[in-house]
T-cell receptor, first 111, second 112 residues
Framework: EDQVTQSPEALRLQEGESSSLNCSYT??????LFWYRQDPGKGPEFLFT???AGEEKEKERLKATLTKKESFLHITAPKPEDSATYLC????????????FGQGTTLQVKP | DTAVSQTPKYLVTQMGNDKSIKCEQN?????MYWYKQDSKKFLKIMFS???????INETVPNRFSPKSPDKAHLNLHINSLELGDSAVYFC???????????FGPGTRLLVL
């Protein structure tokens, strides 16, 4: 069964303090690993799709990386506006089109 | 400019009532979804339609009935609402073989 586990559940950082969020997954035939950002009271906002081990993608202060077992979302010099819940999800070949989500990491960046 | 929109944004109702949530996307996508997000923020798929055809139907009570009048719209009708149905319901869409899904703003349902 496809499964996603995110850690930590919550993370508090000072502005400028870089860190990483972890997404561990088990999936039969990875078709894609996805990172979303969700602000309170809003829908998940797409950030990145990663397809194969070794792939990396960047957007502003965020960088997503992928290995065969996990993905990291690195946040460099975060700002208070980066505060949100970050969701990781996978699609496997046995569940095409079905996003399997982790429970999310809630990030708070203090000024 | 809204890509995936949902109505209503908030829905407060009594147990036993029947209610509907509507979703529309203007992205030209051919596959649409309903997800449920519980109080712990865990997102779980409920249904998926591709070109008006139901293709994913998770273990959801049959009080929930999705309907897709065309590939740009997906509605969710819920009969005999229960307290446990209180959650945020998200619509999402994607196109073709691309797996990336785009989400709507959500409908917050509270059953009293």
């Amino acid at each position: 069964e496809d499964q996603v586990t995110q850690s930590p559940e919550a993370l508090r950082l000072q502005e400028g303090e870089s860190s990483s969020l972890n997404c561990s997954y088990t999936v039969s035939g990875l078709r894609g690993l996805f990172w979303y950002r969700q602000d309170p009271g809003k829908g998940p906002e797409f950030l990145f799709t990663l397809y194969s081990a070794g792939e990396e993608k960047e957007k502003e202060r965020l960088k997503a990386t992928l290995t065969k077992k996990e993905s990291f979302l690195h946040i460099t010099a975060p700002k208070p506006e980066d505060s949100a819940t970050y969701l990781c999800a996978v699609v496997g070949s046995s569940n095409t089109g079905k996003l399997i989500f982790g429970q999310g990491t809630t990030l708070q960046v203090k000024p | 400019d809204t890509a995936v929109s949902q109505t209503p944004k908030y829905l407060v109702t009594q147990m036993g009532n029947d209610k509907s949530i509507k979703c529309e996307q203007n992205l030209g996508h051919d596959t649409m979804y309903w997800y449920k997000q519980d109080s712990k923020k865990f997102l779980k798929i409920m249904f998926s339609y591709n070109n008006k055809e139901l293709i994913i139907n998770e273990t959801v009570p049959n009080r929930f009935s999705p309907k897709s009048p065309d590939k740009a719209h997906l509605n969710l009708h819920i009969n005999s609402l229960e307290l446990g149905d209180s959650a945020v319901y998200f619509c999402a869409s994607r196109i073709g073989q691309q797996e990336t899904q785009y989400f709507g703003p959500g409908t917050r349902l509270l059953v009293l």
